[in-house]
């Protein structure tokens, strides 16, 4: 026997012959040949094995006489796609399909019907029965693979799937990054803009408050009172908001100079209570929540207090009266951010205003840190609070969160960096004793702005001061190198061509003792590091204010000179 005819032991073969000795002829031939056969007694019993498994059928002409076969019928119908079950018809002499309508039917009701017949020789019957089972054999076979292409098919699919849904959140993490990165790249744009605006608005601001505290001296002295007093005091408070706003441009540009401190913002937010009160009114419930255990921050003080003010009124103006307004801090460990203002992952101390009141629509919610934007009535607002709060917190490496519901309220998060170290107590600066400086002091002023030059020139000479005036680098190194006897340098921070740290640098390599006063409309705070306070005043100056600068400069090159001799 060849392997390729050799027949699976699970291989069956049923037999319905319900007349004379076929049946049992019929297995015993095939049991000879290895061939598992099994008699059924009635059709129901062939129906039941079939059902069972089989892989054939051996059916004499007149089981099918008599008989309703449509069970039978009804099952091969029922059939899959992969199956054809075959069936061996033995009919009798002379009763070929040719002259026998019987087999014609039974083709067409049966499909896989070969016919035999009788009698017939052992060999044939073997021959015909292999014949089959092969071609069973076969249709397991292509459902075996259909079932795995299936298989794979489905596994592909899921895959196809899962890189397809993969793919999708590519594209949504990069539309999502690439708007994050348009609108910082907006930001940045508009922050350089209204930086370049808020420096030269500040030189001009200078030269108009400058002036008009020249007019008041003069209606001071001239007994000028009424309405022209009136006019100058509209001018200067109109001129000091201006400068107001400036400030709030420059913390949104993130040039403002800050100083960080290690903070408790539960110390911080508690003190301010009263001035929330005083701020907010009786209309609206302020409450607190502090967080146990709260993180120290490292943030600029007076910065954060602004900030906090500033989402307080905001948030008073979306509340109806008796609505609620709640401060609360806590500690914050971040992930990725979700948008450009959040701060990077991390550990962060949170500061969170929340209101009770109209909460924001998605357009407002779109623009809101948009410097002058505002859904205020003309007047009521400048649109900078939340610009300035956003410039703030980014600039101290920190971020802001806003979860907002139209008709609900607003929960606005300031997240500034921690700090593992102790809280900064307050320290007292050293103080001007207020004493006369040294006189005559010679003062070399170098500004490239005329206007500002000529003001800061009047105000000291007013105080008699010996002014020398310049309006570049150039110009201050070829004074310094004729003029020997200059006693403190008034340097404007940002001029073309050199900037006023290279200007200071270099002349600190030769006059290494000269006092230098930095005057800035603006400046980066990384520019000034290095640089304290003392050394710096910022545009618009008042006279007062410039010259105690000066003379605490000079007196405290005096004491430097005097411990150095002694």
Not at 22 to 46: H, M, P, V, W, Y
Not at 297 to 324: F, H, K, M, Y
Not at 461 to 480: I, N, P, Q
Request: glycine letters at 8%; hydrophobic letters at 40%; proline letters at 4%.
């Amino acid at each position: 026997m060849n392997r390729s005819d050799s027949i699976e032991p699970a291989e069956r073969t049923l037999i319905l012959a319900p007349r004379g000795r076929d049946a049992k002829l019929a297995q015993s031939i095939l049991q000879e040949a290895d061939i598992s056969a099994q008699i059924c007694g009635s059709l129901q019993e062939l129906l039941g094995g079939i059902a069972r498994g089989c892989e054939l059928a051996i059916v004499t002409e007149e089981a099918f006489r008599g008989i309703d076969i449509r069970p039978l019928v009804d099952w091969v119908s029922r059939q899959p796609a992969w199956s054809d079950f075959p069936f061996i018809v033995l009919t009798e002499h002379g009763g070929g399909v040719e002259r026998n309508p019987t087999a014609a039917q039974l083709t067409e009701a049966l499909g896989s019907v070969s016919f035999l017949e009788r009698p017939f020789h052992p060999t044939t019957l073997i021959s015909v029965v292999r014949t089959h089972l092969r071609g069973r054999r076969r249709q397991y076979e292509c459902r075996r693979l259909n079932e795995e292409l299936e298989e794979r098919v489905q596994e592909r699919t899921r895959e196809l799937g899962a890189a397809n849904r993969q793919l999708l959140a590519q594209m949504e993490e990069r539309e999502r990054v690439e708007s994050a990165l348009s609108q910082m790249q907006r930001l940045e744009a508009i922050g350089q803009l209204t930086s370049g605006v808020a420096h030269d608005f500040n030189n001009l601001l200078t030269v108009v408050l400058g002036n008009i505290a020249f007019m008041e001296r003069d209606f001071a002295a001239r007994g000028i009172d009424g309405k022209l007093s009136q006019r100058l005091q509209f001018m200067r408070a109109a001129a000091e908001r201006g400068a107001k706003l400036t400030d709030l441009l420059l913390s949104f540009s993130r040039r403002q100079r800050l100083e960080p401190k290690v903070l408790d913002l539960n110390h911080t937010i508690a003190n301010m209570h009263d001035l929330l009160h005083s701020t907010i009114g009786g209309s609206v419930q302020i409450e607190t929540s502090l967080a146990d255990g709260l993180w120290h921050a490292l943030v600029d003080p007076t910065q954060l207090e602004l900030a906090v003010l500033n989402l307080a009124i905001n948030a008073r103006d979306a509340i109806s009266v008796g609505g609620r307004l709640t401060v609360s801090t806590n500690n914050a460990t971040l992930g990725e951010p979700a948008s450009a203002e959040e701060p990077a992952a991390g550990d962060y101390v949170e500061v969170c205003v929340s209101d009770s009141g109209s909460g924001m629509s998605p357009s407002v919610r779109a623009r809101v840190f948009e410097p002058f934007f505002t859904t205020k009535e003309i007047g009521k607002g400048s649109g900078l609070g939340l610009s300035q709060v956003l410039g703030f917190a980014k600039q101290s490496n920190g971020g802001v969160r806003i979860d907002t519901v139209e008709g609900r309220g607003t929960s606005i998060r300031i997240f500034v960096p921690c700090s593992d170290l102790a809280e900064d107590r307050a320290e007292t600066a050293e103080p001007y004793d207020g004493g006369a400086p040294r006189m005559p002091a010679r003062i070399l002023i170098v500004d490239d702005d005329d206007a500002v030059r000529q003001i800061a020139a009047d105000i000291l000479r007013d105080r008699c001061y010996d002014v020398v005036e310049v309006g570049s680098a150039g110009a201050a190194f070829d004074v310094l190198q004729s003029q020997t006897d200059i006693d403190l340098l008034l340097l404007d921070f940002a001029m073309p061509g050199m900037s006023g740290a290279e200007v200071a640098q270099r002349i600190r390599t030769r006059y290494p003792k000269l006092p230098i006063l930095f005057v800035t409309g603006y400046a980066d705070r990384t520019t000034l590091a290095g640089i304290n306070e003392a050394q710096t005043i910022g545009k618009p100056f008042r006279s007062d204010d410039l010259c105690t600068k000066i003379a605490s400069a000079l007196n405290r090159d005096a004491r430097g000179i005097a411990q150095q001799t002694a």
